[in-house]
């Protein structure tokens, strides 16, 4: 390694990768003495400045040594201030930098994208207005999204007629023509209340009172139980 090459280049105090000096931002203000330049090369700042988004934009939790430098990174890169023939001259020739630096992006995108579990309502964080967004497909599978109360969402989610998509939405899993289509399949045809043959889906908590279109919710009824049930509660309608 010479003079020059130690001049043109520098290592990234987070991905601990040795870069040309244009990868870093030259300072500005109190600190520009002397033409120094960024910690952080340009890859490595775009990472940091979306971690900072994402926790403006919600409380997702984000352990701390995700964005500082590991100690030992730190006492590395002090060994390798001074002079020495076995300094690496690349990334490539050091795999362990190499390594560490793949683990911190990994750690990165992780924490961006915490997991959610689709069918856990309870992650849902509603807007100010007490909104979640959700979205969905029409039968000749046109997207549309429309903002609906919290707590409808919750319930969709739990009866199974939509998944959690991030905390603020929910895609609805059906189209009309599915929903119609997998409720019969589900039930056989078979009548939910008689046993013979239907091809109608019912409601079990009737949608005047408050029931909603959902898996959980809705059954297969010939058309006689379903027009005779209307709007009266399956205990009720069974107990005539
Ligand atoms: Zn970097
Ligand atoms: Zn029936």
Redesign the pocket.
């Known amino acids: 390694m010479n003079d020059t090459h130690l001049l043109s280049t520098k290592q990234c105090t987070y991905c601990q990768q040795q870069k040309p000096l244009s990868e870093f931002r030259k300072r500005t203000g109190k600190r520009s003495k002397g033409q120094s330049r960024r910690g952080a090369c340009r890859e490595c700042r775009k990472q940091r400045q979306n971690i900072d988004l994402t926790l403006a934009a919600g409380p997702i939790p984000v352990q701390p040594d995700t964005i500082q430098p590991p100690s030992s990174a730190v006492k590395e890169r002090s060994k390798q201030g001074k002079p020495s023939s076995t300094v690496a001259s690349s990334p490539q020739s050091n795999p362990n930098q190499r390594i560490r630096g793949l683990e911190q992006r990994r750690k990165h995108s992780h924490s961006q994208g915490a997991k959610l579990s689709p069918e856990d309502p309870t992650q849902l964080i509603p807007s100010a207005k007490g909104k979640i967004l959700m979205r969905g497909h029409s039968d000749k599978g046109r997207r549309w999204h429309q903002e609906i109360d919290y707590e409808l969402a919750v319930t969709l989610v739990r009866e199974h007629a939509a998944i959690v998509v991030n905390r603020r939405t929910i895609r609805r899993i059906y189209s009309n023509k599915d929903f119609r289509a997998y409720i019969l399949t589900r039930d056989n045809y078979t ?6 043959y ?1 091809d109608t889906i019912d409601h079990l908590l009737p949608r005047a009172k408050g029931g909603h279109t959902t898996p959980d919710n809705c059954v297969c ?2 058309t ?3 027009q005779t049930k209307a709007d009266q509660s399956v205990e009720d309608f069974m107990s005539r």
């Open positions: 009548c939910y209340f008689c046993g013979s239907g009824a010939c006689l139980c379903n």
